[in-house]
T-cell receptor, first 115, second 109 residues
Framework: GAVVSQHPSWVICKSGTSVKIECRSL??????MFWYRQFPKQSLMLMAT?????????EQGVEKDKFLINHASLTLSTLTVTSAHPEDSSFYIC???????????FGDGTRLSIL | LAKTTQPISMDSYEGQEVNITCSHN???????ITWYQQFPSQGPRFIIQ???TKVTNEVASLFIPADRKSSTLSLPRVSLSDTAVYYC??????????FGGGTRVLVKP
């Protein structure tokens, strides 16, 4: 079945650095991908919609200059957390919808820890 | 976006049937209902999807009444490995998913 891959699965970095997370659809093309954030014991919260070839659409309260999204191809979207701080530590998950089906497929997430 | 409401947690024992009901009172005419399972430190995994009546696959059944304001996920004969959080987000315009709090299912031996 359709697979979405995220990389890295886990990253630790110092406060003030930028971190890039990749989301790839491995066996289907995705004009739209979604980025979520999940804090411990909480549900997934949609951050933004990544659109291939155009600007991302951000949910209310999500800083677009803080969370840079690039969707340069039909199989790759990247999320860059710029000037990361400890409060940005979270579990980031991407998803994409296979156009032939209605369900979305999720990556396995990236655990980001900012020291 | 349609909001969903689920029980916070449920306990069960191996071999029992687990039924989780999700309320989605504001579901739109074109919205489908999809259930996902999530294990710790993993992304959600698709379980089942439906629009109305009953849908069954190899792992679960989904019951949707005529008014579509709720749905019930049925897991037959659960095992310890079914311990997870179960979500019933509703997909709305733009394929966006809004997740509620989910239901933590604990299967005991």
């Amino acid at each position: 079945g359709a697979v979405v891959s995220q990389h890295p699965s886990w990253v630790i970095c110092k406060s003030g650095t930028s971190v890039k997370i990749e989301c790839r659809s491995l066996d289907f093309q995705a004009t739209t991908m979604f980025w979520y954030r999940q804090f411990p014991k909480q549900s997934l919260m949609l951050m933004a919609t990544s659109n291939e070839g155009s600007k991302a659409t951000y949910e209310q309260g999500v800083e677009k200059d803080k969370f840079l999204i690039n969707h340069a191809s039909l199989t790759l979207s990247t999320l860059t957390v710029t000037s990361a701080h400890p409060e940005d530590s979270s579990f980031y998950i991407c998803s994409a919808r296979d156009g032939t089906a209605r369900a979305q497929h999720f990556g396995d997430g990236t655990r980001l820890s900012i020291l | 976006l349609a909001k969903t409401t689920q029980p916070i947690s449920m306990d069960s024992y191996e071999g029992q049937e687990v039924n989780i009901t999700c309320s989605h009172n504001n579901i739109a005419t074109n919205d489908y209902i999809t259930w996902y399972q999530q294990f710790p430190s993993q992304g959600p995994r698709f379980i089942i999807q439906g629009y109305k009546t009953k849908v069954t696959n190899e792992v679960a059944s989904l019951f949707i009444p005529a008014d579509r304001k709720s749905s019930t996920l049925s897991l037959p004969r659960v095992s310890l490995s079914d311990t997870a959080v179960y979500y019933c987000p509703v997909e709305a315009a733009g394929n966006k998913l809004t997740f509620g709090g989910g239901t933590r299912v604990l299967v005991k031996p």
